[in-house]
């Protein structure tokens, strides 16, 4: 609450006024209660007009304590009849959820796609209705194509369309799913300018509940180590984390091999031709980054430490020559305190037979810490291993506890061998070397270091990306079979997951979703 005063030719009016906001986020105000003009007030709160301000201050001080009091105590009663029946076959609850989605939805122009899909396969059925009803169902309770139908129809909004028409709308989604990406990446502009000149790339793979390969879904190396076939996915995502373009291929493929056609889909259809490619390790081999570095792309990618040359490595892991991020000033960090919370830096040329690179090699000491209390449980389990004798234990993860148990073969009398376990110090020795080192390799040549390492920080956005699908959105298992469908139900994740980073974008920058629903 708070005092407004008027003033006018002939006469000084006193207001009590309360401020809101309104749905288009813009302020307003409203009047409470009017408390007289000056002349009015001055017969029973003067003499002056100073006496008058006090007391018309205490009125809104009064009024605003009172708005509180009614505010907390407020209640809302609901008559309840105990022997009244409740009407058969009556919706009494709606759904309401999907109309803050709904304005994302359409500013995206996703029923202008649909309108050219309707236009090019002549179907009867409203697709735009089944595409919209499917997106707001994978984000608010996510689950089956019958199951998304069933929660529609309790949207405020009945659904125009029957449920064997979903399946229907599923063969087009999936025959047209490029066009759909690259409409989409088009319209996106509509939503605001795009923060694409940073490109993130990687892959990620979703298992099925079957138990014999069938197309594209074949045996491969899966995040959860299930038993059961897998179908991979590589997605492009832009530097606020908003995802562009996906493909899927074999669970059985090279990773590697999924970025080239998927990239050209963002070169030709998207028309998106000027950026840095960023990825980790295991999606920046040397021809990956050799085919970046043509027309006006160029990389970052992570680089293994233990994967180079001799003379590199060497270099990469003597404590000498490091800067600090901040100031570029030299530092010694073998002299830095555990709990130093600053990052250093330092870089040479990284010539290879095609292209000439820059390596730089950070250190930060809190990772250091956070990795050798990781590594100190580690070796502490190996060692309770040893003592109870059982080591049977997987050796080929990195992280596997018994990688730090060692054998020896002892010979008695030169008759027989028995096998000694031990806990390999060396082993432990050989891995703290690395402890709070992190490379990255570049053809950006004369940016800023602190720039290059801020882009490459931002790779957890995509992690997060696959961590909305697969968890928040269910992408998986997936239980269609048929191809086209598998395609069509993955993008619509992937169009669901637009719709949710547009949403939060729009929440931490406060721009307010414009309500532009066309039919």
């Known amino acids: 609450m708070n005092l407004h005063i008027s003033k006018s030719k002939n006469a000084e009016s006193f207001y009590i006024c309360k401020s809101f906001v309104k749905a288009n986020g813009t302020t307003s105000s409203m009047i409470v209660r009017k408390l007289g003009t000056l002349e009015q007030l001055l017969v029973e709160h003067g003499p002056t007009r100073d006496d008058v301000l006090a007391w018309a201050k205490n009125e809104v001080k009064i009024e605003t304590e009172k708005y509180k009091k009614e505010k907390e105590t407020k209640t809302v009663l609901i008559p309840f009849h105990a022997d009244r029946q409740l009407d058969y076959d009556k919706q009494v609850f709606y759904r309401g959820g999907y109309l803050f989605l709904q304005p994302i939805y359409y500013q995206m122009q996703m029923n202008k796609i649909c309108r050219k899909l309707k236009q090019k396969y002549k179907f009867k059925y409203d697709i735009n209705a089944i595409l919209s009803d499917l997106i707001y169902a994978r984000i608010l309770e996510p689950c089956s194509k019958r199951s998304s139908y069933k929660a529609a129809s309790e949207f405020l909004e009945k659904p125009s369309y029957q449920l064997h028409d979903v399946y229907r709308a599923l063969d087009v989604l999936g025959s047209e799913c490029d066009m759909i990406q690259a409409e989409v990446y088009k319209n996106s502009y509509f939503l605001g300018k795009k923060n694409d000149q940073i490109l993130y790339y990687d892959c990620t793979n979703y298992y099925f509940e079957i138990e014999q390969e069938d197309g594209s879904k074949k045996y491969g190396k899966g995040k959860e180590h299930r038993p059961n076939p897998i179908i991979q996915m590589g997605l492009f995502m832009d530097r606020d984390g908003i995802p562009l373009a996906f493909s899927l291929f074999p669970g059985n493929a090279n990773e590697q091999t999924s970025l080239k056609p998927l990239e050209k889909k963002v070169l030709g259809d998207f028309g998106c031709q000027k950026f840095i490619y960023c990825s980790d390790a295991g999606l920046g081999s040397e021809a990956i980054r050799e085919y970046n570095h043509m027309g006006e792309r160029a990389y970052i990618v992570t680089q293994s430490i233990k994967k180079l040359k001799k003379e590199e490595k060497e270099w990469a892991l003597s404590p000498q020559g490091f800067r600090r991020v901040s100031d ?36 930060s000491p809190k990772y250091a810490l956070y990795q050798k209390s990781i590594r100190d449980k580690q070796v502490e389990r190996a060692q309770k291993m040893l003592d109870s004798g059982k080591t049977k234990m997987d050796r080929k993860s990195p992280n596997a506890s018994a990688r730090f148990i060692g054998k020896m073969a002892v010979t008695k009398d030169r008759e027989a061998a028995d096998i000694r376990q031990y806990l390999d110090e060396d082993k432990v020795a050989e891995e703290t070397q690395y402890d709070g080192l992190y490379a990255v390799c570049t053809d950006l040549l004369d940016d800023e270091v602190g720039d290059i390492l801020k882009v490459s920080e931002s790779r957890w956005q995509i992690e997060e990306c696959f961590r909305i699908m697969k968890t928040d959105f269910s992408a998986r298992p997936v239980y269609l079979r048929d191809e086209n469908r598998i395609k069509a139900h993955f993008l619509i994740c992937f169009l669901a997951l637009a719709v949710y980073r547009y949403l939060e974008k729009n929440r931490i920058q406060n721009i307010p979703v414009k309500n532009c629903w066309t039919p």
Do not use: F, M, S
């Open 328 to 363: 570029d000033k030299p530092v010694d960090i073998t002299k830095l305190p555990e709990d130093d919370k600053g990052l250093y830096y330092k870089d040479e040329p990284y010539t290879t037979k095609k292209l000439h690179q820059r390596l730089i090699i950070t250190y």
